[in-house]
């Protein structure tokens, strides 16, 4: 363990073997070995495998990019590999190349470095959990962490679920899967579930927690939906707001509704001070289980009737048909918004990110709409009207008026110089009335500081 890592200053050794390193990174630790690895087989590679965690409070919201080097034949260090690692356990694998690390010489060595992001600059500690070396005939699988690697594991999971339960709705067997995850103390801050994925857990019925997935009001009751629920007799619900807090003998059950789309919805007489639009935590516990798995709880927001989720099967509600479904599939959509009945899909080609195009469901049917999206940029409606904000020096807000078809452009920033600076005296000269903004960077290369001041100075020259 490593304690109070500065970040202010760039050591020898780091400014050696990272080009253009700013203040952002630090040298934790350099290993030797004890002893020669012995040879490998050909074809083969040594792995280089780091546990590790930081220390901290969550709310810090620290993350590093570990990078562990390696001396290569030359005396040269290298880069074996990079990793983003969070306030979190987390594990890193990275294959030795053995053609230009030589891990027999006396020389070679292992030093790990990691890279912040945020503004502190001291570290209250950095911790490597355990660290290895092995060959691939005896660690045959690399072991990673982060969204990119849970979604191919919830996909394999759904895939598994949909072959046993084949009438599942969408919405079902994605709560098939929040249901079965093993929990886990370690992660309780991090998702939902508060645990992994456990095909295991998720293809036996009985290892199920109840799960929620809304919650609204509606004609002086309470409506909780979602999945797995007990009995009437059995469930209890626990609802926690800013302010109050409603326990199981404030909240009298109605009834426990099986749904067409296969959820539940238990539904509550309205306690009294509860509020709509309000962020609450439901926690829904079923007595029929095992303690461990009889209780599930998610932050969810008291909606009106009409806002309300209904979790049908997104598969029908959605259809692309086959005509249409080999031109989508050439785009990847990033960005979406609902007006007038429609939704508008902003999305750019698979192979080129500067082709761009927005595609509209509306009643059942898809289509293409051309001209209206030149650059990529983030998307909202208003005044019955698609906004799109385009990232581009000529102009920045793209409106589409979807009854007309027209295209209005207008620019929200522009190069246009409005002051001057005098880099010996340091005065500022406002050349053009009005609202200027003035950005200051202080320093330069690296020594000079990342982040970028700005005060408002208003010029009236009557």
Known sequence: MVKGIRFDEIDKMTAETIPNAGNDIAVVMEISLKEKLPDLADGKQYSLIISSSTGGNHDEAY????????????????????????????????????????????????????????????????????????????????????????????????????AKYPKDSAGKRAARVLAGARTDNRYKNYCITGGVANVRNSLDEKMYTPVVSRIYAENGSIHIGGYFFGTKDKTAVNIKGHDAEWKEEDLKISDVVDKEDGSLEIILDMPEGIKRNEEVIVTVTDRGKNPGRNSYSRYLTVSDPENKLEIGDVYERIPIPSSFSSELSQYVIYDSIPLNGAIYFKAYHCLDDEKLAVFRYKEGKWDRIDGIADKIGKTAAWDGKIVFVEYSDEYNLAFYDVETGNVKRIPFATNEKVATVDKDSGVITVIKPGKTYIIAEFGSGKTGSKKKYKTKLVIDRG
């Open 63 to 162: 993350q590093f990019l570990i990078m562990p080097y390696a001396r290569n034949r030359k005396g040269e260090w290298g880069l074996l590999n990079y990793y983003f690692i969070e306030n979190r356990p987390s594990c890193l694998v990275c294959n030795i190349d053995n053609e230009n690390y030589d891990v027999k010489d006396k020389d070679f060595k292992i030093r790990i470095g990691v890279f912040k992001y945020g503004d502190k600059d001291v570290l209250s500690e950095f911790r490597i959990d355990r660290l290895w070396i092995t060959d691939a005939d005896r660690y045959a699988y690399e072991s990673m962490s982060g969204t990119s690697m849970a979604t191919p594991v919830v996909t394999g999971e759904v895939a598994i679920l949909a």
